[in-house]
């Protein structure tokens, strides 16, 4: 895995988390990933669980697997609240 496959998964993971946050939070992390894909990924958990944001298995394994490609301590993904899993 490259540094620029982790900002296409970011890219797609903020897609996911429309509705989650607000636009403006969002839209904000967009603009970083190209230039700090880590800030943009810590900022994004953040804005999540600022907003008591549920995500589900899909959303989470992608940030689970972005945070450990950007070397982002793993306490900014896997503080989020997470929808009980309904198989």
Same mark, same amino acid.
């Given at each position: 895995?490259?540094? =620029?496959?982790?900002?296409?998964?970011?890219?797609?993971?903020?897609?996911?988390?429309? =509705?989650?946050?607000?636009?403006?939070?969002?839209?904000?992390? +967009?603009?970083?990933? +190209?230039?700090?894909?880590?800030?943009?990924?810590?900022?994004?958990?953040?804005?999540?669980?600022?907003?008591?944001? @549920?995500?589900?298995?899909?959303?989470?394994?992608?940030?689970?697997?972005? =945070?450990?490609?950007?070397? @982002?301590?793993?306490?900014?993904?896997?503080?989020?609240?997470?929808?009980?899993?309904? =198989?």
């Amino acid at each position: 895995m490259t540094v =620029g496959w982790a900002n296409l998964e970011l890219f797609d993971a903020l897609e996911q988390c429309r =509705g989650l946050i607000p636009e403006d939070r969002r839209s904000s992390c +967009v603009d970083l990933v +190209v230039n700090d894909a880590a800030i943009a990924f810590e900022i994004l958990c953040s804005n999540l669980r600022d907003c008591d944001a @549920v995500v589900n298995d899909v959303l989470y394994a992608k940030l689970e697997r972005v =945070g450990a490609e950007l070397r @982002v301590r793993d306490d900014y993904w896997k503080r989020l609240s997470r929808a009980p899993y309904r =198989g």
